[in-house]
């Protein structure tokens, strides 16, 4: 169950295994075959992949560039569902049978193709895990916070179910993660916590099975006496196919979720600090302009923020498409949510700092994190651009987290030693 989804030896054997199945569903048969129906069944699998790639990308509000072969696998199984329909009379058994072999193995060649350009489930068990809700390594519930040792040398995940109380947001269950020492004392220290916010189609276990996030806080816990932030994986859509952009809007009320819910709960049950210079928020993708916005927007609840791949502010298409999918057609609810123009019309910040990371293959990226970087700046952010090797995947996140944390902690005030750590230089224009 451990193999990789995303390079190696899977992905071409069933790739080439998809191809082979559907050349032998083909099969030679007879000449009317040959000149007439193969070449009538090839257009129409053409026909039928363009149908739906325009209905895709026309209707299902999807910003980020989708992989060509993507496409390219979705033909190969709808031209092996026309063979089995079409050739059907007059088959031999074995090309009834391959045909649908042929449609399943193409159209999971194609999903993972989607996998491979985002990096969501790196591993055959991330998949079969994701998909299915397994527990994490250690997770535990409320109820078993007892049972774990001050000697713990690893912190544990907590599934927890945040009350919607102020923001009426319908969400999934989300995770707390608890470093070694909070579980050392009855008299805790007041650490600090950052909200962990995933892509446009997410889960709230996306940043620990996908972003090995937990793996990194336990690695920097390991070398700071059991000390780091606690981290919660939020749910900020509601659901997989749900865009909020981390906005109050016809798809829910996600910001009041992530700003009023979530701190309250989290200070509470698990006595952390409830000042804000001991708060931040970190995301990807979507989740990495959800962070630039809550914290331009909330510098009462986040001073700390770091951006990875996000975009220049909210957005589901172009302005005005964005407006009334997110905004329910309130052009002031854009403007209050855009964060340049948040940050022209702000008194200068105090305390709040910024990290922007974008991968050298993201140029889109990288253009608006400077853009945003420079206008944050401008208004008393502490902020940097860095860019790093890598492209807009699960995998970048990944690296991008683990090299902010220290910094991170530091601007958190998370207790324990810290040796001096500084941000990296300003990537060059």
Known sequence: MNVSLLDGWFPWTVQLAAVAACLAAFGLR?????LRRAPLILAVGALLTAVVAVVVLTS???TDPLPF???LWLGVALTALTVLVVGWRGARWWHRLLA???MLLAVFAGANELNMSTGYFPTMADAIGGLSGD????QITLDQL???TGKTTTGRIVEVDIPDTASGFTHRQELVYLPPAWFRSIHRPKLPVLEMIGGEFAAPDNWVRAGTAVQTIDAYAEKHNGFAPVLVFTDATGGFKVDTECVNGPNGHAEDHLVKDIPPYVEKTFGTSTAARNWGVVGWSMGG????DLAVEHPDVFTHFEDISGDVGPNSGDKQHTIDTLYGGDANAWNAHDPLTVLAQHHKYKGVSGWFESGDQEAAHIKQARQLEQ???KDGIDSTVTVQPGKHVWQFASEAFSEALPWLSRQLGTPGPHPPVGKPATAPA
């Open 60 to 62: 299902a509000g999807i």
């Open 69 to 71: 072969e993507l496409w």
């Open 30 to 34: 007879d000449r009317r075959w040959r």
């Open 146 to 148: 007892g049972t774990v």
């Open 100 to 102: 649908p072999v042929a």
């Open 375 to 377: 206008a944050a700046r």
């Open 289 to 292: 302009t959800c962070a630039v």
């Open 135 to 138: 527990p994490l390594p250690e």
